[in-house]
């Protein structure tokens, strides 16, 4: 297959299958090491795969920060030690939150190439160990020019809701229905942090963390793991059924300013419009084209924003369309279906392992697996993408997963 890849034309580029995934749960796992988690998640994405780990080349691994939330650095050894994989070589991927998205970029690039023909892309994040999870968060942000002046997450994120509510007159009502409805969906998702509904009232009335944002319009700290074997595509049905194989038809990344107020708009993420349009010209798609989709709403407005810059409908649109009949729904019986998991908001945050997490929803939701049960969205043409964001939108990833070759 001859195509077009990253603005270079004539590379011959091999189809990537996705045959397994295996996730933990996330939340607060404290019976469960760093290394415990991501043997986990691998485990159970290689019996899913039903290889063994002799068949595995190569493993990527994303991780945002193990240095500052448990102390380990040298990431990559660790996990191809206590795996036992030794002496596959083992990559450990950083960029953000977004670290997962981009190690299963890395795994797909190697395996489009190639280079490898099954690999392993994993990720994992043990957040709860640390008494405060904040200031190791903030290094995703410009260290100089906003954490040194006191700014975090939730502050940066709460500047573009205001600035949002002020260019496209949202209300604070609107915001808080994206989390309403994340509960709603994380309530069906066994592997959720926050397996429960809230309401409205709640939402307005939880602690206040940075105006207008309460602590229920925020993602959690959570420790988690997850991954998924690929391989190429023409040896996947040597593994797996042919209902149980997902295809990689698009793997994108672009690049912002890390600093918030260097960009030319706070009420869009322009990393996240370029890999999508990128991504959609890939799989010979578009928006209209997409059943399910896991966007990253680390914070509520993150998820309003991504809604418009993925191309589902307008700048200043995401605010009136959510839960309305005909159109985009963050439920399961509109247009695009958007986070069924619950997304960051509700399934957790688990920094390294969010962006495959997203695509290992996908993976199930497309294969209407077993693991959706009583979550599942309705599949109509066959094609899911998901958007990962690194700190403020200084990286983004997407990904377009098909249920067909």
Same mark, same amino acid.
């Given at each position: 297959?001859?195509?077009?890849?990253?603005?270079?034309?004539?590379?011959?580029?091999?189809?990537?299958?996705?045959?397994?995934?295996?996730?933990?749960?996330?939340?607060?796992?404290?019976?469960?090491?760093?290394?415990?988690?991501?043997?986990?998640?691998?485990?159970?994405?290689?019996?899913?795969?039903?290889?063994?780990?002799?068949?595995?080349?190569?493993?990527?691994?994303?991780?945002?920060?193990?240095?500052?939330?448990?102390?380990?650095?040298?990431?990559?050894?660790?996990?191809?030690?206590?795996?036992?994989?030794?002496?596959?070589?083992?990559?450990?991927?950083?960029?953000?939150?977004?670290?997962?998205?981009?190690?299963?970029?890395?795994?797909?690039?190697?395996?489009?190439?190639?280079?490898?023909?099954?690999?392993?892309?994993?990720?994992?994040?043990?957040?709860?160990?640390?008494?405060?999870?904040?200031?190791?968060?903030?290094?995703?942000?410009?260290?100089?020019?906003?954490?040194?002046?006191?700014?975090?997450?939730?502050?940066?994120?709460?500047?573009?809701?205001?600035?949002?509510?002020?260019?496209?007159?949202?209300?604070?009502?609107?915001?808080?229905?994206?989390?309403?409805?994340?509960?709603?969906?994380?309530?069906? *998702?066994?592997?959720?942090?926050?397996?429960?509904?809230?309401?409205?009232?709640?939402?307005?009335?939880?602690?206040?963390?940075?105006?207008?944002?309460?602590?229920?319009?925020?993602?959690?700290?959570?420790?988690?793991?997850?991954?998924?074997?690929?391989?190429?595509?023409?040896?996947?049905?040597?593994?797996?059924?042919?209902?149980?194989?997902?295809?990689?038809?698009?793997?994108?990344?672009?690049?912002?300013?890390?600093?918030?107020?260097?960009?030319?708009?706070?009420?869009?993420?322009?990393?996240?419009? +370029?890999?999508?349009?990128?991504?959609?010209?890939?799989?010979?798609?578009?928006?209209?084209?997409?059943?399910?989709?896991?966007?990253?709403?680390?914070?509520?407005?993150?998820?309003? %924003?991504?809604?418009?810059?993925?191309?589902?409908?307008?700048?200043?649109?995401?605010?009136?369309? %959510?839960?309305?009949?005909?159109?985009?729904?963050?439920?399961?019986?509109?247009?695009?279906?958007?986070?069924?998991?619950?997304?960051?908001?509700?399934?957790?945050?688990?920094?390294?392992?969010?962006?495959?997490?997203?695509?290992?929803?996908?993976?199930? !939701?497309?294969?209407?697996?077993? *693991?959706?049960?009583?979550? !599942?969205? !309705?599949?109509?043409?066959?094609?899911?993408?998901?958007?990962?964001?690194?700190?403020?939108?200084?990286? +983004?990833?997407?990904? %377009? %997963?098909?249920?067909?070759?």
């Amino acid at each position: 297959m001859i195509i077009k890849y990253d603005n270079i034309e004539g590379e011959i580029m091999r189809d990537v299958a996705i045959i397994g995934y295996g996730q933990t749960k996330f939340g607060e796992l404290w019976d469960k090491s760093f290394r415990d988690t991501i043997i986990e998640a691998g485990a159970n994405a290689i019996i899913d795969a039903n290889i063994e780990g002799a068949d595995i080349d190569a493993m990527y691994i994303g991780n945002m920060s193990g240095g500052l939330f448990v102390g380990q650095e040298h990431i990559s050894s660790l996990i191809a030690d206590y795996t036992g994989f030794n002496p596959i070589p083992c990559t450990r991927v950083e960029a953000a939150c977004a670290s997962g998205s981009l190690a299963l970029r890395s795994a797909y690039l190697s395996v489009a190439s190639g280079a490898h023909d099954v690999v392993l892309a994993g990720g994992v994040e043990k957040m709860t160990d640390v008494e405060d999870a904040t200031s190791a968060i903030a290094t995703a942000a410009d260290q100089e020019w906003e954490s040194f002046f006191g700014a975090t997450f939730p502050s940066l994120y709460a500047m573009m809701a205001k600035r949002y509510m002020y260019e496209f007159g949202m209300t604070i009502d609107e915001l808080s229905m994206w989390s309403v409805i994340a509960h709603d969906n994380a309530s069906k *998702n066994p592997y959720a942090q926050f397996q429960f509904k809230t309401t409205l009232e709640k939402v307005l009335n939880a602690s206040p963390v940075a105006d207008p944002l309460t602590l229920m319009h925020c993602s959690p700290v959570s420790d988690g793991g997850a991954a998924l074997i690929i391989c190429d595509a023409d040896k996947a049905e040597e593994y797996a059924p042919k209902d149980e194989i997902a295809y990689i038809k698009a793997s994108t990344q672009a690049s912002d300013t890390i600093a918030l107020h260097s960009r030319k708009s706070m009420t869009t993420l322009n990393a996240a419009k +370029v890999a999508s349009e990128q991504a959609y010209k890939l799989a010979g798609v578009d928006a209209n084209k997409i059943d399910v989709a896991e966007v990253h709403d680390c914070f509520a407005i993150n998820g309003l %924003i991504l809604l418009e810059d993925l191309g589902f409908c307008k700048k200043g649109e995401a605010k009136t369309v %959510i839960g309305q009949e005909e159109k985009i729904r963050i439920d399961y019986d509109g247009f695009v279906s958007v986070n069924p998991s619950g997304g960051l908001k509700a399934a957790g945050h688990a920094l390294g392992a969010t962006g495959i997490r997203q695509v290992g929803e996908l993976y199930w !939701q497309l294969n209407q697996d077993k *693991n959706c049960k009583d979550r !599942q969205v !309705q599949i109509n043409h066959g094609y899911g993408i998901t958007a990962n964001v690194g700190g403020t939108g200084g990286t +983004v990833c997407t990904h %377009i %997963i098909s249920d067909k070759r």
